[in-house]
């Protein structure tokens, strides 16, 4: 696909990134990548997770170096040695993961860092000077609070504010939206919009094609570090070519979810609490089930307690109070090999450090669950014979794409290594599973096959708890889902049905910023 020119030729050029090489060791990220900003638009620049999108606007940001290649700002060379240097060019950029002082105020982190002022602050007077540049651009946040004391979608805010003070024309937002709910994703499009309105330019960088054909003018895409699309009008392009752009085939994006038909309860979560890494409250008061034959989703916000109650389920996290059953035995504050045994399949976030053996073979690493047992197991011995035959089947039947099953499973890419866990974790028929975001990271082909996967367990009639903070995907997927926030549930809801998705979408985004269901029903926001 080429990059279009008639419709935007008398639009001013502000930044031009040509043949941009960027390379690390083993890996070629960015290969001769050309890139253009318009003045006034908003560009969205999609790729697959590794494809290089972030590496190329790092380069911009003045993070990375390029070892070939030029940018230009207004049509002159610039050389970048630090973000410094590109915030001087007037190109900031707001990264995925926050940089600010929890311990500072709002004003004091807009502040650090810069020249002015040097000897006495004068926080009353900055923190006006705040306040006006955040109701000019619709950034409403209090100057004098400290950041802990924010919501996730309030510290992004401070962010784009300190980019804003500096000065910058051009805002680089990689993946803005990760961390924020559906009411939180609506306003930080009000805030870009308004900001193009007052002759600013956005590069939008995400992986999320509905997000990039809602907000963006113009598409770039890259795909293993080659751009396989350059300044294409969001307008002008189906979500399935940009899907084929991404990842190089045809991807389906309707999935056939049969009716639903739930037996008994397999796991039910008992009022449980537990804490975080760091001793704090992670979980209070926790209780959801799981029939057999559904899947049930858990929506919130990332680090609200989430991954503490897979853990608990999963034997790996201390439960300080209530209880975890399994078809009715007591499984938490048991080990992983209790769980196992008594029918759990469990697909952890964390794929490469606590979902496989990195330095392992493929065949080592979907024997793990069931080595001891025939015919992976003869006499206390392991049958390596019958082990690679067990690989070499499950490599066919899951489409897992390598040469051959003794490859260490760190060479493989995140989707493959991620349907060698589901092939051990689901062959050997569990009667419950509990997957955490099991397509992050993934491409859309990759995240079709995960799915049809999750719902073909559905259909054998296990019980499926799915902990997703892709909305989108719990939405077509589960039958029931849960909301948590700050480690208490928020309410339970149907999907499907009667249930109109604008209305789901409204009540479950209200309860990921911490508003109960019973609240909202008394408010009369849902029937």
Known sequence: MTEQSSSTSEIPLIVEMRGIVKRFPGVLANDH????????????????????????????????????GTIFVNGVPKVFSSP????????????????????????????????E????????????KIAELGERFGLKVDPRAKIWQLSVGE???????????????????????????????????????AMIAQGKSVIFISHKLQEVSAIADRVSVLRRGVCTASGVASKGVSRQELARLMVGREVVFSIDKKPSN???VVLEVDDIYAENDKGLPALRGVSLNVRAGEIVGVAGVAGNGQSEIS??????????????????????????????????????????HVGSAPNLSITDNVIMKNYRKSPISKNGLLDMKAATRLANELKTAYDIIVPSVSTPVRLLS??????VILAREISGLPAFMVAVQPTRGLDVGAIEGVQRLLLAQREAGAAVLLISEEL?????????????YEGKIMGEVKVGGENADEMLVDVIGQMMTGTPLEQIQKEGAVA
């Open 84 to 115: 410094r240097d590109a915030i001087k060019a007037g190109i900031g950029m707001v990264h995925q993961h926050f940089m600010l002082v929890p311990s500072q105020t709002v004003t004091e982190n807009i502040l650090l860092g810069l020249d």
């Open 262 to 264: 739930p037996q008994g």
């Open 117 to 128: 002022p040097r000897f006495f602050l004068r926080l009353p007077e900055y923190d006006s």
């Open 33 to 68: 990548v050309d890139f253009k900003l318009l003045h006034g638009e908003i560009h969205g620049l999609l790729g697959e997770n590794g494809a290089g999108k972030s590496t190329l606007m790092n380069v911009l940001a003045g993070l990375y170096r390029q070892e070939v």
């Open 155 to 193: 510290q992004q805010r401070v962010e784009i504010l300190k980019m804003l003070y500096r000065g910058v024309d051009v805002l680089i937002m990689d993946e803005p939206t990760a961390v924020l709910a559906p009411q939180e994703i609506e306003g930080l499009f009000v805030t870009l919009r």
């Open 414 to 419: 995140g989707g493959n290594l991620q349907r």
């Open 311 to 352: 853990q608990v389920i999963a034997g790996m996290r201390q439960c300080k109070q209530g209880q975890v059953l399994l078809n009715g035995d007591k499984v938490s504050n048991r080990t992983t090999l209790f769980g196992i045994q008594h029918g759990m399949a469990y697909v952890p976030e964390d794929r490469t």
């Open 472 to 484: 989108e995907e719990l939405l077509s997927l589960s039958d029931r889902i849960y909301v948590i």
